[in-house]
């Protein structure tokens, strides 16, 4: 079983921010939180991870609750390439489980 | 260009027939991974490998074997395919220190369809 939780589904209008959260309640001290992303059945494309601190790239920014139990991904700018289907994963090991993801549709 | 190679892209097989899916990477990486995707499952991992000739199981290990003979090679192997084995594989692998974060570089995928 998955160890994230996240929305099935959710729509973003073209050139606003895009929220995607996760819930990863039983994360334990070591384990990191990744997020990547996967268009059409390309292969899964990374996106930016994090530990306990807020994390910011070229393509996101990721923010992690104090308690580390959730966690949100922020696209600042939706554009409709980022239509795509997003997996929030948290491991510490070699083992990856994926879960199912949310597919965000990006709208014109 | 750093990449994971997969081959074949797509393959067309019938039940029993022993295949091998390749996969190799040029980034000198120490983990590699196959994983498997089917509607409404997500990505399942079936086997990884550490390091040359260190290799553990997945979630789904079953009917799949593997072999990390060489850093840069990790192949998947059927040696008879079921039509249960129809389905999209992705090969992976990243710097895997074991220690800090292990970003994952994905190949671009093998369709498999099992007749």
């Known amino acids: 079983d998955a160890k994230t939780t996240q929305p099935t589904s959710m729509d973003c209008a073209e050139g606003r921010a895009a929220n995607l959260p996760c819930n990863h309640s039983?994360?334990?001290?070591?384990?990191?939180v990744y997020w990547y992303r996967q268009i059409h059945s390309q292969g899964p494309q990374y996106i930016i991870h994090?530990?306990?601190n807020n994390e910011t790239n070229e393509m996101a920014s990721l923010i992690i609750t104090e308690d580390r139990k959730s966690s949100t991904l922020i696209l600042p700018h939706a554009t409709l390439r980022d239509t795509a289907v997003y997996y929030c994963?948290?491991?510490?090991?070699?083992?990856?489980?994926f879960g199912t993801g949310t597919r965000l549709k990006v709208l014109a | 260009e750093a990449q994971v190679t997969q081959n074949p892209r797509y393959l067309i097989t019938v039940t029993g027939k022993k295949l091998t899916v390749t996969c190799s990477q040029n980034?000198?990486?120490?983990?590699m991974s196959w994983y498997r995707q089917d509607p409404g499952l997500g990505l399942r991992q079936i086997y990884y490998?550490?390091?040359?000739?260190?290799?553990d199981k997945g979630d789904v290990p079953e009917g799949y074997k593997v072999s990390r003979k060489e850093k840069r090679n990790f192949p998947l192997i059927l040696e008879s395919p079921s039509p249960n084995q129809t389905s999209l594989y992705f090969c992976?692998?990243?710097?895997?220190?074991?220690?800090?974060?292990?970003?994952?570089?994905f190949g671009a995928g093998s369709r498999l369809t099992v007749l």
């Open positions: 994090g530990l306990k």
């Open positions: 490998s550490m390091n040359v000739e260190v290799t």
């Open positions: 994963i948290t491991s510490g090991t070699y083992k990856y489980i």
């Open positions: 992976a692998s990243s710097a895997g220190t074991g220690a800090g974060a292990n970003v994952l570089t």
């Open positions: 039983t994360i334990s001290g070591n384990e990191y």
């Open positions: 980034m000198n990486h120490e983990y």
